[in-house]
């Protein structure tokens, strides 16, 4: 799959290392860029993944198939 840039960082395949290695270098070279990025998913593992809204969440969709 192809490198991806998001407000959360950078998706490159696992299998290609140049791909890894085009990320690294992006960030070396901006690292402004890499705390922005950084921060936003700091924010999104907080907000769309914590413990509190996860369960909300699964307990939400229980309920629904319930009703």
């Not at 950078?10 to 990320?23: C, F, W």
């Not at 769309?48 to 809204?53: I, K, L, N, T, V």
């Amino acid at each position: 799959f192809p490198v991806t840039i998001t407000v959360c960082g950078i998706n490159v395949d696992p299998n290609h290392p140049e791909d890894i290695a085009h990320a690294l270098k992006l960030f070396v070279q901006r690292p402004d860029l890499a705390k922005k990025m950084g921060d936003n998913a700091l924010q999104l593992a907080k907000t769309e993944f914590s413990r509190d809204y996860l369960s909300q969440k699964f307990l939400k969709g229980i309920q629904q198939t319930l009703d």
